[in-house]
């Protein structure tokens, strides 16, 4: 109990402060020697320091607290295919150094956590002894156990059972919290980004691969066994192409970034003329990328930009099952393919539009993340942030 009062008071100061003393009991309606004691401990502890002079109502001025957002860091780890991007933040999530580290196609687990120790040793570097880290969070692709910090099965990097935290506390010394790349891309956006304002919220990620985390009540549901939000294993298109999982015709065969370069091509195998995509191609079609794409359709290639087209509409189509499903009040769109801006969103939006029921779509809005291609790396930190702090509705 003692804790939870403790994160109580702690958010309190954070959403409320500068704050005095009197009205922190006020709003928690804890009892003013317990708020007396809590704020001490969290001083002691370089949490929270005094502030300015607030108003007077009657009798001696009140003196205010605030949050000491700048006197601990937390690192937010961001494991992709390809690289690993991480950050260094303050308890706000002001980012103070970042680093990137490629990865090898398939790295063995050696290679693996060599990378992201180097990473870590990195941004302990950078942010020096004063402003000690208080815990790592990891947003990691694939299959992750959160209670036990586990990457389960990261099917883009071939990696299975990898003991992330338990090898990173016994590196680092410091709390560790391992969770699902785009469930941390979701608790980014609850706290940080999109879904600030709202109770139920989808938050998707079409980059190498296609997912979803699912905020419903300001929680994120995880599901029976972690696997919740599996989107891009949903089928679209009962005669689509063979995915990664077995099946034929997931959303994710037809849309993330390795997708759209794909159908490109395929199509100029068949004799599709696109003077851009060709020549950026220099020969050998297997070099056009997602980012090729994006490019060409910037420049006007209408190729490029009707592959966006159909992706858009499938995506909007594999969308619509979901918000039929969930009925939240915003989607917010992530990851590589998101960056494809208009060329996606709006196919998509379209399609939603068509094909969703009116009650569905009542009070949704679709957006792209305003955290970028920081927004998993923002998620990791807020993982450990969570920890920390009482969720918000305990603080009210
Ligand atoms: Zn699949």
Not at 129 to 148: K, Q, S, T, W, Y
Not at 213 to 235: D, P
Request: charged share 20%.
């Amino acid at each position: 109990m003692k804790s939870l009062n403790r994160s109580i008071v702690l958010t309190t100061i954070r959403s409320h402060g500068p704050i005095s003393r009197a009205e922190i009991a006020k709003r928690t309606a804890l009892t003013p020697p317990t708020v007396t004691n809590i704020v001490g401990e969290l001083m002691n502890e370089n949490f929270v320091v005094e502030s300015e002079i607030g108003a007077s109502s009657g009798g001696r001025k009140p003196i205010l607290l605030r949050l000491n957002a700048s006197f601990y860091s937390i690192i937010g780890i961001d494991v992709g295919v390809g690289t690993i991007k991480s950050i260094v933040t303050d308890l706000d999530a002001n980012v103070i150094h970042e680093c990137r580290r490629s990865l090898p196609p398939y790295p063995d687990a050696d290679t693996f956590m060599e990378q992201l120790n180097g990473s870590i040793a990195e941004l302990l570097e950078a942010v020096g002894p004063d402003r000690p880290v208080i815990g790592i969070g990891v947003g990691m692709h694939g299959l992750v156990n959160p209670e036990e910090g586990v990457s389960v099965f990261a099917p883009n990097l071939r990696l299975r059972n990898i003991p992330i935290r338990e090898s990173l506390e016994r590196e680092f010394g410091v709390p560790v919290y391992v969770e699902n790349d785009v469930v941390a891309m979701a608790l980014g956006e609850l706290w940080f980004g999109g879904g600030q304002d709202v109770d139920h919220f989808i938050c998707v990620n079409i980059g190498e691969g296609v997912g979803a985390g699912i905020v419903l009540n300001r929680q994120i549901f995880r599901g029976s066994s972690f696997a919740a939000g599996e989107i891009g294993h949903t089928t679209v298109d009962l005669n689509g192409p063979r995915c990664s999982c077995g099946n034929y015709g997931c959303l994710q065969t037809l849309v993330s970034g390795p997708a759209i370069a794909e159908a490109v091509q395929n199509e100029i195998a068949l004799g599709r003329r696109s003077e851009r995509l060709e020549s950026a191609a220099a020969g050998s079609l297997r070099t056009i990328t997602g980012e090729f794409v994006y490019k060409a359709a910037l420049e006007g290639d209408e190729l490029a930009r009707e592959v966006f087209r159909k992706a858009g509409r499938l995506l909007g189509i594999g969308l619509t099952n979901m918000i039929h499903t969930l009925n939240p009040q915003k989607v917010i769109l992530g990851g590589g393919v998101s960056a494809a801006g208009p060329f996606i969103t709006e196919p998509l939006e379209e399609t939603v539009k068509a094909r969703a029921l009116e009650s569905s779509i009542r009070h949704l809005t679709i957006e792209t993340s305003r955290l970028g291609n920081r927004a998993t790396a923002i998620g990791a930190v807020t993982i450990v942030l969570e920890r920390l702090f009482a969720p918000a509705q305990l603080a009210e």
